[in-house]
C-alpha cells in the first residue's frame, strides 16, 4: 500500500518561539494519532516531554514521530534550534529529506532562522516555507517572503496568501489552484472548508499568481518554451515543474497560517506531499564497501541489499536501548540480524517500533525509506551503518564534532559517586558529543561538551533524574596536550620481587608527531621478542593510559605515535598489569622529554550583522585573538563575518555582541582544530580552575 512514493521524511526547523511546537501538536492532532491537543504553555505538549523541556518550553531531543495523511506516511523529525544541540540538528538533516522552515509573520528573518538555513544548505535540504503566527498584530505574509530573499538568499515564492492578518485572519488561498479554504472553529480547525475566493483578493492573486508561473517556467526548460510561446500550461503541469524545482532546491514554496488558531495546518501537510521529496526523488546514498574497499550506492529499493544508518541511540525506562534508525534500502523483518560494520559484530533485531514521541508501536518489518526505532542493538553507536550481513557498507556517516568546554563535577557522598558513574555512561552513549572521565588523585569527574547549555541541561538531568548531589564547577576550555619533539629508548620498568610470584614488566619505547597530528598511533617493533606478543595489548593500554592525563596540566594527549621497541621479560612473573604498569611509567617519562607544548581549541566563527555595525564587531575580535578570513558585505543588511577565534575569547560572546549591535547581530560558532597556546596566553592554575 504505502509505497515509497507516499513517504515524506521531514524535519521542522525554526528559530526558538517560532511555534514549532505548537505547530508539531497539530498536525498530530489533525492525523488522528492523538486525541487531545497539547498547549505549550500548558506545559503537557507532547513532542517536549523531558522535565527540562517542558520547564523551558524548549526542544532540546530530536525526537522522531510518524502519521499519516492521506494515504502518505510522515516521519517527522523534531529539530533543535540551540547551536549547542549540533549535534542534534547535524543528525537530523542528515536522515531528512525535506524540511519545513518555519518563520515568524512579524519577526521575519530571525538569527536562528539563518543558523537552520545555513545548516540545510550545507546539506542541500530540499525547503518549504510556512510563515506562522498570522494571527499576531504586525503580521506581514508578503513582508517575510521579501526578508528571506533578502537575508537568506532563499529562492522564495508564495504559493498561498492569506485571507485577512491579525486578529482577523480567517484562511489560506492556493495561488496555482485558485480555491480558498477556512478551518472551523467548532472542532479546533479539525475540518477544513472550501469557500468562494472572496473577490476583494483577485487583483493581488493574479499578479502574485504570474510571479509564481514565471518564476517556474523561467526555471523548467520544457515550460519556458510554453510560455513564450504563450501556449496554454494546466495547473497540473505547473505543479509537477515546482516539486521538482522544490526537490532540487531551486525554488522554496512559501505557506502561511496560525499553529495557535488552528489554521493553514492541513494545507501545509497538502503541501509535504505535494511539494517535499520522496525518498527516491534524492539521490541514491553512497558509501564505501570495506573488503573492496570503492564506492558504491544504494538506491532507495526494497528489492536491495539492506542498509540503514543508526542517528540516534537513547534509552528508554521502558524497553532499554532504542536505536533510531533511517532504513536507505533493502527491508528487515523483526527477528532478523543485521551487521553493524564498524564492530563487524552481528546483532539481532527484536523489536521494530513506530515512535510517536513516547509512545510507540510494534510493526513486524521496516523498508526502504522509512525510519523507525529498534530494539536489541548492543553495539550500534550514533552515526553506525547496519547493513545486511552480505553486503556491508559504510554509509558517509554523522560527523561527529569535538566537545570543547569541560565541567568538573565532585560527587558528595559514595553513593552519589556509584550513581554518577552510571549516569555517566548512559549520557556518553546517547550523546556522543558528550564525553566524561575521572581523575583519579582528585576523585572529581570531568565532563566535556559542546558549550555552556549542552553541559548545563545534561548535569541537571543527571542530577534531578538519578538524584545524584554534586557540586558543580564552572565551565571551562576543554585543552589538550601534544608533543613538538621526538623521544627516544625510553625505559620503564615495573619489578616486584617479595617472594611467592612477583611483578615484572619493562618495555623501551620511542614517542614522536603522529603524522596527521590527531589520531594516537601505537605500533610494536620488538626485536628478538623480547616483550612476548601475549603482552602487546597491555603495552598499549598503558601507552594510552599515559596519553589520557598529559605531562604539563594533566589534559589528554593527542597527536602522538608511539612504538615499542624493545624490553625484558620474566618466565613466571610477567603480567599483563605489569606490561601496562611498566609502559604508561615509560611514555609518561617519554611525553616529558618529547617537548610538550598546549593546544586550545580554535573555533570556527561567522557572524552576520547590518554593516553599520561591521567595524565595531571587527575591532572586538581583534582583541579576542581573532583571524579574521573573509568579510562579506555584499548585502548591506547581513554583513558576515569569518574567521577563526580560540574559545577561551569568547566566553560571553553572545551578551557582547548584543550590546554591541543592539540585538541586530548574530553568530554561529563550531570546533575547527586545535591550536598551540601562545605562551603569555597559557592558563595558570586558578584559571583552568579544575584540577584535572
Ligand atoms: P517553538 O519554540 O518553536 O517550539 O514554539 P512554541 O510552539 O513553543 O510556541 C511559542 C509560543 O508562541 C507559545 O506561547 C505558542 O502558544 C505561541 N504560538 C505558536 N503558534 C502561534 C500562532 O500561530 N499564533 C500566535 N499568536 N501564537 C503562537
Request: one cysteine or more; glycine letters at 8%.
Amino acid at each position: 500500500m504505502n509505497g515509497l512514493k507516499n513517504i515524506r521524511n521531514i524535519g521542522i526547523a525554526a528559530h526558538i518561539d517560532a511555534g514549532k511546537t505548537t505547530l508539531t501538536e497539530r498536525i498530530l492532532y489533525y492525523t488522528g494519532r492523538q486525541h487531545k491537543m497539547g498547549e505549550v504553555h500548558e506545559g503537557s505538549a507532547t513532542m517536549d516531554y523531558m522535565v527540562q523541556e517542558r520547564e523551558r518550553g524548549i526542544t532540546i531531543t530530536s525526537a522522531a514521530t510518524y502519521c499519516s495523511f492521506k494515504g502518505h506516511t510522515i516521519n517527522i523529525i523534531d529539530t533543535p534550534g540551540h547551536v549547542d544541540f549540533t549535534i542534534e540538528v547535524e543528525r537530523c538533516m542528515r536522515v531528512l529529506d525535506g524540511l519545513v522552515a518555519l518563520f515568524d509573520a512579524v519577526a521575519a528573518v530571525q538569527p536562528q532562522s539563518e543558523t537552520v538555513w545555513r545548516q540545510a544548505n550545507r546539506y542541500k535540504v530540499p525547503r518549504i516555507a510556512f510563515v506562522n503566527k498570522m494571527d499576531k498584530i504586525g503580521a506581514d505574509f508578503l513582508n517575510v517572503i521579501a526578508k528571506m530573499r533578502e537575508r537568506l538568499m532563499a529562492p522564495a515564492v508564495a504559493v498561498q496568501i492569506p485571507i485577512g492578518s491579525e486578529a482577523n485572519f480567517l484562511g489560506v488561498i492556493d495561488l496555482l489552484e485558485e480555491r480558498a479554504w477556512t478551518f472551523s472553529e467548532k472542532d479546533l480547525g479539525a475540518t477544513v472548508i472550501e469557500i468562494e475566493v472572496p473577490p476583494e483578493y483577485r487583483d493581488e492573486i493574479k499578479s502574485l499568481r504570474a510571479e509564481l508561473i514565471e518564476r517556474i517556467c523561467e526555471r523548467d526548460d520544457s515550460l519556458l518554451a510554453k510560455y513564450v510561446a504563450e501556449e496554454h500550461i494546466t495547473v497540473k503541469e505547473i505543479k509537477t515543474a515546482l516539486r521538482q524545482l522544490t526537490c532540487q532546491g531551486q525554488l522554496v514554496p512559501v505557506l502561511c497560517g496560525s499553529a495557535f488558531k488552528n489554521k493553514g495546518v492541513q494545507t501545509l501537510l497538502d503541501a509535504v506531499i505535494d511539494y517535499l521529496p520522496a525518498p527516491d526523488d534524492v539521490p541514491p546514498i553512497r558509501g564505501r564497501v570495506p573488503s573492496k574497499d570503492k564506492e558504491e550506492e544504494r538506491r532507495a529499493d526494497e528489492n536491495a541489499p539492506f542498509s540503514a544508518l543508526a542517528f540516534k541511540v537513547q534509552s528508554d525506562p521502558h524497553v532499554g536501548k532504542l536505536t533510531f534508525i533511517r532504513v536507505y534500502s533493502g527491508k528487515i523483518a523483526k527477528g532478523e540480524t543485521l551487521l553493524n560494520v564498524r564492530e563487524n559484530k552481528k546483532e539481532r533485531i527484536m523489536r521494530i517500533l513506530r515512535m510517536h514521541a513516547n509512545h510507540r508501536q510494534d510493526i513486524d518489518e521496516v523498508r526502504a525509506g522509512d525510519i523507525v526505532a529498534v530494539v536489541g542493538l548492543r553495539s550500534v553507536l550514533t552515526g553506525d551503518t547496519l547493513t545486511d550481513p552480505k553486503h556491508p557498507i559504510y554509509l558517509e556517516s554523522i560527523h561527529i564534532p569535538e566537545p570543547v568546554l569541560n565541567v568538573a563535577l565532585e560527587p558528595k557522598t559514595r553513593a552519589d559517586q556509584e550513581k554518577l558513574g552510571t549516569a555517566l555512561a548512559k549520557f556518553s552513549e546517547e550523546d556522543p558529543t558528550f564525553r566524561y572521565r575521572t581523575d583519579e588523585e582528585s576523585g572529581q569527574v570531568v565532563v566535556s561538551g559542546m558549550g555552556e547549555l549542552h553541559l548545563e541541561i545534561i548535569v541537571d538531568r543527571m542530577l534531578r533524574e538519578l538524584n545524584v548531589s554534586a557540586k558543580v564547577g564552572r565551565p571551562q576550555v576543554a585543552y589538550r596536550e601534544t608533543i613538538r619533539g621526538v623521544a627516544e629508548g625510553v625505559e620503564g620498568k615495573f619489578i616486584r620481587q617479595t617472594g611467592g610470584r612477583g611483578q615484572y614488566g619493562h618495555v623501551i619505547l620511542n614517542v614522536e608527531p603522529s603524522d596527521d597530528g590527531k589520531e594516537i598511533v601505537f605500533e610494536e617493533r620488538v626485536v628478538g621478542g623480547n616483550v612476548p606478543k601475549q603482552y602487546f595489548r597491555a603495552v598499549e593500554e598503558g601507552v594510552r593510559e599515559a596519553l589520557n592525563c598529559g605531562p604539563l596540566k594533566g589534559y589528554p594527549v593527542i597527536g602522538v605515535k608511539a612504538t615499542l621497541i624493545d624490553g625484558s621479560h620474566h618466565p613466571v612473573d610477567s603480567s599483563e598489569l605489569a606490561f601496562k604498569i611498566a609502559s604508561s611509567l615509560a611514555t609518561k617519562e617519554a611525553l616529558r622529554r618529547a617537548n610538550p607544548v598546549l593546544l586550545e581549541p580554535l573555533m570556527l566563527v561567522e557572524i552576520t550583522v547590518p554593516e553599520g555595525y561591521l567595524g565595531e564587531v571587527i575591532g572586538d575580535l581583534n582583541t579576542r585573538r581573532a583571524k579574521i578570513e573573509t568579510i562579506d558585505t555584499n548585502n548591506p543588511q547581513a554583513c558576515t563575518v569569518r574567521g577563526l577565534v580560540p574559545l577561551a575569547e569568547m566566553f560571553g560572546y553572545a551578551t557582547s555582541l548584543r550590546s554591541k549591535t543592539q540585538g541586530r547581530g548574530s553568530f554561529t560558532m563550531e570546533f575547527h582544530s586545535y591550536e598551540e597556546v601562545p605562551k603569555e596566553m597559557a592558563p595558570v592554575g586558578e584559571e583552568i580552575g579544575v584540577k584535572l
